[in-house]
């Protein structure tokens, strides 16, 4: 059926991803991931969160409700980020985890995301057996036998406290001033209050979730807001998380963006100092800029590339053993401290590097010089075509002859939406703009819906 992207099951709340979906996903989830009706002498349990979308409160009630029938006893943890769900799976022994959120995107989306045993995200055989599963009969318990619902009040506490716990035992933000964007999302009490119990002092905005406003020009994709602030506030820093704080990008006290190439450059030449970076290796996608790969070269540190998606990265970190991988759009995945990319552990590391070492953001970004970039979405577009086309195919190989070297290009389906992501690295922005603009205006003539 292809219900799964890149990073769970997403659609239009209550048109594509209805309750019934919700419903029958999270039953042979159950069956799946649970092992319901082989229990092997014990209650399985799922933890459930969700972000701070209005339709999450009755897609929430579905995925209960499929969960329950089960025979799953489920906890209720409310509004968390992604990787909090991730978390709570592992220290709470739970069976299984759902995640409600879509990410980044706009309010109207939603999606669910599901957890193994010890909060891990599915691989591709689980997320198909679970499809197949869907279309099998099913014995339904009865009496004591359904699931049990309650709610978890101190989850919130529980997944700060393990945040603080993966800093040094002397570390302290101390004495930095940070504004942080929360998108009016996942992250709107736990992204201050740690950073707050971390030592920092902190301007929270976009901090006010009312299930509209998640995401609506703000957080990690509208860096504008954040950029005026930390310079009116004269602060240290700026963090941006997104909807469900899975991934974060930064500020520096100039204003200028620090995205997470930035950022994993920072935390690898740190960790490799310290002699903590894993085979002195970080993990990347082929995303990532040609001046992080230079910037790790020149540090003696071997990047191993990953095709686009964090869930890539994370196959490749757990198949080697790596601990630090991430991408340019801000997530960071740092396997000793979690199981997938959060935004809140990357803030307080980053954080913690820049009060460590006494110097600026700024200064720490410095390490990567990026070549100019540009990536352009076009939306509206047969995202399956791209690879077949013909006449796409003639005008990315005349682009390339034309870069002659001096730059590259990358094209990217999006793994949720009928978009094309264009990206192209070049020696000047006027011809990396150039070249990403042409490619873009065949793509839309060739593939427009």
């Not at 759902?98 to 989306?109: C, G, I, Q, R, W």
């Not at 990690?220 to 602060?235: N, W």
């Not at 935390?267 to 992080?292: D, E, K, P, R």
């Not at 003639?394 to 034309?402: G, Q, R, T, V």
């Amino acid at each position: 059926m292809g219900l799964f992207g890149t990073d769970g099951v997403r659609g239009l709340a209550n048109r594509d991803l209805t309750a019934e979906l919700a419903l029958d996903l999270s039953v042979a989830a159950a069956h799946v991931l649970a092992d319901a009706g082989e229990f092997a002498g014990h209650r399985p349990r799922a933890i459930v969160g969700h972000d701070t979308r209005a339709s999450g409160e009755f897609l929430e009630a579905a995925v209960v409700a499929g969960l329950a029938s089960a025979g799953i006893d489920v906890i209720l943890v409310g509004a968390l980020p992604t990787p909090a769900i991730a978390y709570l799976v592992s220290s709470l022994e739970a069976d299984l985890g759902v995640m409600l959120s879509a990410s980044h995107n706009p309010m109207p989306d939603n999606g669910i995301k599901f957890f193994a045993r010890g909060g891990q995200k599915l691989d591709d055989s689980l997320e198909v057996a679970i499809e197949n599963r869907m279309r099998e009969p099913w014995q339904r318990p009865i009496g004591k036998d359904v699931g049990r619902v309650v709610v978890d009040p101190s989850a919130t506490d529980l997944f700060v406290a393990h945040l603080l716990s993966t800093l040094e035992s002397d570390s302290s933000l101390s004495g930095l001033k940070v504004v942080v964007d929360c998108a009016n999302g996942a992250a709107s009490v736990v992204g201050p209050e740690a950073l707050r119990r971390a030592g920092a002092e902190v301007i929270a905005i976009h901090a006010a979730p009312n299930g509209l406003n998640i995401n609506e020009g703000c957080g990690s994709t509208h860096l504008d807001d954040l950029r005026v602030a930390v310079v009116e506030h004269g602060a240290d820093a700026g963090i941006a998380f997104d909807g469900d704080a899975d991934r974060c990008l930064a500020i520096d006290a100039l204003g200028n963006d620090v995205d997470g190439d930035h950022i994993l450059g920072i935390l690898a030449i740190s960790m490799a100092a310290a002699g903590t970076l894993t085979h002195n290796t970080v993990v990347s996608t082929v995303m990532a800029n040609l001046g992080f790969n230079q910037a790790m070269d020149a540090a003696g540190i071997i990047v191993i590339s990953t095709a686009v998606g964090d869930r890539y990265v994370l196959e490749s970190m757990r198949e080697h053993g790596y601990i630090l991988g991430g991408e340019q759009s801000g997530h960071v995945v740092m396997s000793d401290f979690g199981t997938t990319g959060d935004g809140v552990l990357t803030a307080l590391h980053l954080l913690a590097r820049v009060s460590s070492s006494g110097k600026s953001l700024a200064e720490l970004a410095g390490v990567v010089t990026k070549l100019p970039q540009v990536l352009i979405n076009v939306g509206g577009v047969d995202r399956a075509g791209v690879e077949s086309n013909t006449k796409v195919a003639a005008e990315l190989k005349s682009l390339e002859l034309d870069l002659a070297g001096r730059g590259r290009i990358l094209l990217r389906s999006s793994g949720t939406e009928p978009v094309v992501r264009v990206m192209v690295e070049a020696e000047s922005q006027v011809t990396a703009q150039r070249v990403a603009e042409q490619l873009a205006r065949v793509i839309m003539a060739e593939l427009s819906l």
